[in-house]
């Protein structure tokens, strides 16, 4: 039986184990919605409810599933819309295929209806790999470079079809001049170091007294490996946000998030060491490493391209992360000396006190960290976390605990508002199940979640677990940029662009027939959270908390604290709250016993 370009597109992506497709429809790409027909719905089309949330569902897909995510979209403003969840995946190198219409060739350069010149458009997003399908030929050749790119260099690709070729009649290559066929797959390789950087780099680590490793999402899979690395070094390690789930929060030596949303342990070890080891992070802001001049440091990464930045480092080693570590271990030497060991495990024994004392201080209504902690206290071991931008990704990094083989992730470079719903949404498809929880502002809730709890709606009964669980943070508040603006500006709050129209999140989802739960006392918020566990179907939880609980972070500079105080002093509307909850806050480092006010 003769098939179209469509038709082909479909066949060759489910030969590529593809099996979901996120996307939304349009003229544009009419031929393959009616392939899509006939191809029994094989891959199944995810419809969301806007281009972007499918290029985020593609990324939360790949990022949970640790494949390619595949989206797809119309012409003109349809491919537009993709852009935000495109940058999302090229920044945080996460291999994602769309799959976009164009206008028919016969009006290409004719200023036709919604034509954009869209090479030009995605040049930069897909700098990696974007084409135009203009004959049938080309294929398979463009689909499997696609992919091929996308996982290899872990990035996003675009495919472009003029909608008159999706309906052409599918000719393969020949065997003949300018033509190009293809094959499915590859071995991807295992690249390891040369044996004398090896040899540098462990005699530098040996040589170390003080050893600190950061380690960010490039070592996932690696937990054995950095264990024992870390015990042979006597070393602690720090993570960069996208390494969150790389570690379990529960290893002693382990000091949690790393930066301005990190831990008072993760920030004393860094001032502290003397020999620093990053393994699979480009973490950026370079003020929260060691001084410049403080520490020698190796470093190991996949790429070349991304190694040697931020921190002078004397031995970079380009490798896989796991190989390279496997490699390194027999020529590194036990240290006898623990003592700095032992002073990172009792800086991760006070900051956890800390953070407990923190979460559990009272705030009106709830105090944010406790809808962390209270999840934590009850977190699957399967869990798949997102979490949004915002002042969610505070209390995402410092108050929650990984644990076994939990995930978690958030738009960590591009740090988007609106991925926390539609990541959770492509985890599902991933691993249907498990079970997803999304923490979210209602700012980011407001803008994407709302409308994506209809396709939660419409989709959770093929989940074989149906929990998906969105908490929304309930301040009526922009609140990161609130504090941003006190901490960074000086200036008081501007209501006109901070403060949020109020709105009943749960009721909107009891509408749609998901479990919806409204909490506005502390003691409340754990029985939500076992409630929302337990249920036979998706669930909101809308949760009241306190606008003017300070993320504060592991050490505030000189600047950061005169601006907040100059925007209290200028009339910040919630001045009062904000005195009362920082002096709160802030005495929970002092009490007895700990040392984070050292």
């Known amino acids: ?111 036709y209806q919604q034509e954009v010149d869209l090479l030009s458009l995605f040049k930069d997003v897909c700098s990696d790999y974007v084409q135009m399908c203009t004959v049938p030929e080309q294929l398979p050749n463009l689909i499997d470079r696609a992919i091929r790119i996308a996982v290899s260099q872990q990035a996003p690709t675009c495919l472009i079809f003029p909608s008159d070729v999706l309906e052409l009649e599918y000719s393969a290559p020949g065997h003949a001049f300018k033509e190009v066929p293809s094959s499915l797959g590859f071995a991807p390789p295992t690249v390891t170091p040369d044996p004398e950087a090896l040899r540098q780099a462990a005699d530098l680590l040996n040589a170390g007294g003080k050893v600190a ?64 080891l990053t393994v699979g992070s480009n973490f950026p802001y370079t003020q929260f490493y060691p001084a410049l001049d403080q520490a020698r440091a190796v470093q190991i990464d996949r790429s070349a391209a991304w190694i040697g930045m931020r921190y002078p480092y004397e031995v970079n080693l380009v490798g896989d992360a796991g190989a390279t570590l496997r490699a390194l271990i027999p020529l590194l030497e036990r240290k006898p000396d623990r003592s700095w060991r032992e002073k990172v495990e009792s800086d991760v024994t006070d900051w956890k006190e800390t953070a407990q004392r923190r979460a559990m201080t009272d705030a009106d209504p709830v105090n944010p960290m406790r809808i962390v902690h209270e999840l934590s206290e009850r977190l699957p071991a399967n869990a798949m976390v997102s979490s949004d931008s915002g002042s969610s990704a505070n209390w995402y990094a410092r108050h929650l605990t990984m644990r076994g083989g939990a995930r978690g992730s958030l738009s960590g470079n591009l740090a988007t508002m609106g991925p926390g719903v539609p990541y959770a949404i492509g985890a599902k498809w991933a691993h249907p199940d498990r079970p997803a929880i999304a923490l979210v502002g209602d700012g980011a809730m407001q803008m994407n979640g709302l409308a994506e709890q209809i396709t939660v709606a419409k989709y959770y009964r093929q989940w074989s677990d149906p929990r998906l669980i969105v908490a929304v943070l309930h301040n009526d508040d922009l609140n990161q940029v609130t504090w941003e603006m006190r901490a960074m500006e ?43 566990l337990s249920a036979d179907r998706p669930t909101v939880l809308d949760i009241r908390c306190d606008p003017d609980v300070p993320p504060i972070p592991p050490h505030a500079t000189f600047e950061q604290v005169k601006a907040t105080a100059s925007a209290v002093l200028h009339g910040d509307e919630d001045a009062a709250g904000i005195v009362k909850q920082g002096l709160k806050q802030k005495v929970q480092q002092y009490l007895p016993g700990t040392k984070d006010g050292d």
């Not at 006109?496 to 506005?520: C, H, K, M």
């Open 490 to 532: 000086g200036s008081p709050k501007f209501a006109e662009s901070q403060t949020l129209p109020d709105v009943d999140y749960a009721a909107f989802a009891r509408s749609l027939g998901l479990q919806g739960i409204n909490v506005d006392t502390a003691d409340g918020v754990g029985p939500a959270w076992e409630a929302a």
């Open 213 to 276: 490793m950061l380690v960010g999402q490039g070592a996932r899979g690696c937990a054995d490996e950095l264990a024992e690395v870390a015990d042979l070094l006597g070393a602690g390690a720090a993570k960069a946000l996208l390494g969150k789930d790389v570690l379990p929060d529960t290893l002693p030596w382990v000091t949690g998030s790393i930066g301005l949303l990190g831990t008072t342990a993760s920030d004393r070890m860094m001032q502290g060491c003397d020999t620093l």
């Open 1 to 111: 039986m003769s098939q179209n370009v469509a038709d082909f597109v479909l066949s060759r992506l489910r030969e590529w184990g593809v099996r979901q497709v996120f996307g939304f429809p349009g003229d544009g790409i009419n031929g393959l919605l009616a392939a899509w027909g006939r191809a029994g719905n094989d891959p199944q089309f995810v419809q969301s409810r806007h281009e972007e949330m499918s290029a985020f569902e593609a990324v939360g897909f790949a990022k949970f599933s640790g494949t390619f995510g595949v989206c797809a979209a119309t012409s003109g403003p349809g491919a537009i819309h993709l852009l935000n969840g495109l940058y999302d995946a090229k920044l945080d190198h996460v291999p994602v295929v769309a799959l976009v219409g164009q206008t028919a060739r016969s009006a290409m350069g004719g200023s």
